[in-house]
């Protein structure tokens, strides 16, 4: 299993924006496909955003398409959740996840990852 740890979590308010992420310990993070992930209380998992291992492509939830973006920095060994323009409705806990090393593509059920972080709490205010 992979370590990963959320960074940058917080509260704003409505229209803010906040900036998460995603380190990994021991492993070079550029050899999986990740995700980020959310959860609000009460409801399942849900997928947000991912990026894949080869050629970075990403993909996203249509609930944040256009706001959200998510990118590699591959000499930080790190993945970030750029949220923009952020709507009470974002309000979670974010995970970031990674899938097998062997699995190239981003993945959209939470089962379809291996590894997870502990999660990092949103709040957005209205």
């Known amino acids: 299993q992979v370590q990963l740890v959320e960074s940058g979590g917080g509260s704003v308010q409505a229209g803010g924006s906040l900036r998460l992420s995603c380190a990994a310990s021991g492993r070079t993070l550029s050899n999986y496909a990740t995700g980020w992930f959310r959860q609000a209380p009460g409801q399942e998992r849900e997928f947000v955003a991912g990026i894949s291992k080869i050629g970075g492509t990403t993909d996203y939830a249509d609930s944040v398409k256009g706001r959200f973006t998510i990118s590699r920095d591959n000499a930080k060994n790190t993945v970030t959740l750029q949220m923009n323009s952020l709507k009470p409705e974002d309000t979670a806990d974010y995970y970031c996840?990674?899938?097998?090393?062997?699995?190239?593509?981003?993945?959209?059920?939470?089962?379809?990852?291996?590894?997870w972080g502990q999660g990092t709490q949103v709040t957005v205010s209205s």
């Open positions: 996840a990674v899938r097998s090393a062997a699995m190239t593509f981003i993945g959209y059920t939470a089962r379809s990852y291996d590894s």
